[in-house]
């Protein structure tokens, strides 16, 4: 699947292919995001709603 991150070396947008699903935060306040990599190999993260983590099939 992908989904746009912001590359904040390259100061644009990207699209790039999400490799996992992930959570942060304490029960009852997390906050759901999208992983992924740059052609280089740096991490991207894109902090996401619920209902669209939900959908995404990684």
Do not use: I, P, Q
């Amino acid at each position: 699947m992908k989904h746009s991150f912001y590359d904040v070396k390259e100061k644009k947008k990207v699209d790039a292919e999400v490799t996992e699903k992930v959570t942060y935060g304490e029960s009852g306040k997390e906050r759901y995001a999208f992983k992924a990599k740059t052609d280089d190999g740096r991490n991207l993260t894109a902090f996401v709603g619920k209902a669209t983590w939900d959908l995404a099939t990684v």
